[in-house]
């Protein structure tokens, strides 16, 4: 059973940092990517940042950080200088192949998601 479980998600002020990290098991790609998306309330989901082992992408550059430990198969998300407009669910999800993608229909198995809030 493919499972991706995100944690790390919370309240915190704006300014503060958080990490989020994505645990995924299960899944037997040879290559693969994992991303983070978010989804805001009354909006689309978007693309925040994806990593494998020939990529990366980070479309929130400056302030957010994508990082693996691919023996563990996690992710994380380390989140600076946060503002209200991060306020999101955040998931992260797998993808066959070592290309990243902000596309969420390129990706194959999604977490749960975590609340991430940040207030002004």
């Known amino acids: 059973e493919v499972q991706l479980v995100e944690s790390g998600g919370a309240l915190v002020q704006t300014g503060g940092s958080l990490r989020l990290s994505c645990v995924a098991s299960g899944f037997t790609f040879d290559d693969y990517a994992i991303g983070w998306f978010r989804q805001a309330p009354g909006k689309e989901r978007e693309g925040v940042s994806c990593?494998?082992?020939?990529d990366v992408t980070d479309s929130v550059k400056g302030r957010f950080t994508i990082s693996s430990v691919n023996a563990k198969n996690t992710v994380y998300l380390q989140m600076n200088s946060l503002k209200p407009e991060d306020t999101a669910v955040y998931y992260c999800?797998?993808?066959?192949?070592?290309?990243?993608?902000?596309?969420?229909?390129?990706?194959?198995?999604w977490g749960q998601g975590t609340q991430v809030t940040v207030s002004s």
């Open positions: 990593i494998s082992s020939s």
């Open positions: 999800a797998v993808k066959r192949g070592v290309w990243c993608s902000d596309y969420e229909n390129e990706y194959d198995y």
